[in-house]
């Protein structure tokens, strides 16, 4: 079984810049999608980013595009998210997830990191 460690999360200014890295251990199925996630106090938990583990192929949630940018690292097992420009309203605890379909639903998700806080200060 694959399990997902986050980290990279901390208190950061209005316009800063953050890089997330989710580390998994064992196999990554060449189908695999790996996506990032937050969930913000007394919010729902939503999509932030995605990426295809074989082709690299992405997809972003509208409210990040263009600041946010997800990235694999094959040999390492390892994906990122560097987030830049950020708001207050992207405070929220970041998880990293795995499933094996090109999707933003949290359903289509298994495998799930135990998440990073991210606070940002106005």
């Known amino acids: 079984q694959v399990q997902l460690v986050e980290s990279g999360g901390e208190s950061v200014q209005d316009g800063g810049s953050l890089r997330l890295s989710c580390a998994a251990s064992?196999?990554?199925?060449?189908?695999?999608?790996m996506a990032w996630f937050r969930q913000a106090p007394s919010k729902e938990r939503e999509f932030v980013a995605l990426?295809?583990?074989?082709?690299?192929?992405?997809l972003y949630a509208d409210s990040v595009k263009g600041r946010f940018t997800i990235s694999k690292d094959q040999a390492r097992n390892t994906i990122y998210l560097d987030m830049n420009s950020l708001k207050p309203e992207d405070t929220a605890v970041y998880y990293c997830?795995?499933?094996?379909?090109?999707?933003?639903?949290?359903?289509?998700?298994?495998?799930w990191g135990q998440g990073t806080q991210v606070t940002v200060a106005s």
């Open positions: 997830a795995r499933g094996s379909h090109y999707s933003s639903s949290l359903r289509d998700y298994f495998s």
């Open positions: 990426i295809r583990w074989h082709s690299g192929s992405v």
């Open positions: 064992g196999r990554i199925y060449s189908s695999s999608v």
